[in-house]
């Protein structure tokens, strides 16, 4: 086992002594409930204005009762720190990338699977439906309760030459999430994949401790990865996306009023935020080019069925962990539109 499984392993072992952890957060009758919702994107991107936005109409809501403190660009902690003080009850709001909780869950897998989805359009129907639905109580014995997913885009490879055949990605070095789906992704276009801290990608690019990566254009925009990074190309070939999620015994702790009140809030957070996400991604895009600092390729479709094609590995060998009925909903959701 190695030394992050062994970690992991240990932080949900304690949260579950301790009932997941939550005790410390107890308010007196007089104290307002603090809501400690730490991530790791800019403010301006789908997530840090959604975080914003609940910060603000909850506290409408509550005036007084209910302080929401948002930390954005990982000011408080990685996403790495956060799952774990969550599973604690040190915080209690995360909204962590789906591939991120792999070493929690290989049911999240089927959001890595490469051009699984072809568009965001997909992955709502997906997550809309039963079994998507479903994979928000996943994780409650680990410390982690789904109240909702919200979209950040699709990803597109970014590197510093031209991406335009899979063989173009031979030996470069890619940053990846924690996600053995998108290691194995990589390895199958050829390239090292290196999983990385978000914040630290702008330096490694800089430096050239890696060559390239995969990420949303609002992601890529805000962290001006552009700066670092002279070529882009349009893939589409994958998803990121967030579990919104509190700490299950702070959550159950509540208040009925407050519980109840801020589960709408949220509702509504996550309305406005899978609709807006598209236009701030579109919108990201736009700048880029704008910015005369980048490349962005468009690819042909024979392009881009030969990338397909080289991944497509990957969904045989992740087929068995995350299950036959999750890859099938997923298709499903995926061809209806
Ligand atoms: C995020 O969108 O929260 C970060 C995604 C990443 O680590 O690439």
Not at 194 to 217: F, P, R
Not at 249 to 267: C, I, M, Q, S, Y
Not at 302 to 321: G, I, R, Y
Request: net charge negative.
């Amino acid at each position: 086992m190695d030394r992050r499984a062994l970690k992991v392993l240990t932080f949900v072992a304690i949260a579950w002594l301790s009932g997941c952890g939550g005790g410390s957060g107890t308010p007196s009758a007089d104290d307002p409930i603090v809501i400690k919702f730490p991530h790791v994107v800019a403010p301006g991107t789908p997530k840090g204005q959604a975080a914003a936005r609940f910060e603000e109409l909850a506290e409408a809501r509550f005036p007084g009762r209910v302080d929401v403190e948002v930390y954005p660009s990982a000011q408080l902690m990685n996403d790495d720190d956060s799952l774990e003080a969550l599973a604690f009850g040190e915080i209690q709001m995360i909204a962590v990338s789906l591939s991120k909780f792999d070493r929690l869950t290989h049911a999240f897998q089927v959001f890595d699977l490469p051009f699984l989805f072809p568009d965001i359009a997909a992955v709502e129907r997906f997550q809309r439906g039963p079994t998507g639905r479903q994979l928000l109580s996943t994780l409650v014995d680990e410390g982690f309760l789904g109240l909702g997913f919200w979209h950040n885009g699709m990803k597109h490879f970014g590197a510093g030459s031209p991406l335009r055949h899979p063989q173009d990605a031979d030996g470069l070095k890619f940053r990846i999430m924690e996600s053995d789906v998108l290691q194995a992704q990589i390895e199958a276009i050829g390239g090292n994949p290196q999983k990385m801290a978000y914040g630290e990608v702008y330096q490694a690019l800089q430096t050239g401790a890696i060559d390239a990566q995969e990420n949303t254009w609002s992601n890529i925009y805000s962290s001006k990865f552009y700066e670092v990074q002279p070529y882009f190309s349009v893939t589409n070939h994958g998803y990121v996306g967030y579990l919104v999620a509190v700490n299950p015994t702070f959550w159950n702790n509540l208040p009925e009023d407050v519980r109840t009140g801020l589960e709408e809030v949220v509702a509504e957070v996550s309305e406005w935020e899978n609709a807006e996400s598209i236009a701030i991604n579109e919108q990201s895009l736009v700048n880029l080019r704008d910015s005369g600092r980048t490349t962005i390729l468009e690819l042909s479709d024979e392009e881009l069925a030969a990338w397909q094609t080289a991944v497509s590995p990957v969904w045989d060998e992740f087929a068995d962990s995350i299950g036959a009925d999750l890859i099938d909903a997923a298709r499903r959701a995926a061809d209806d539109d």
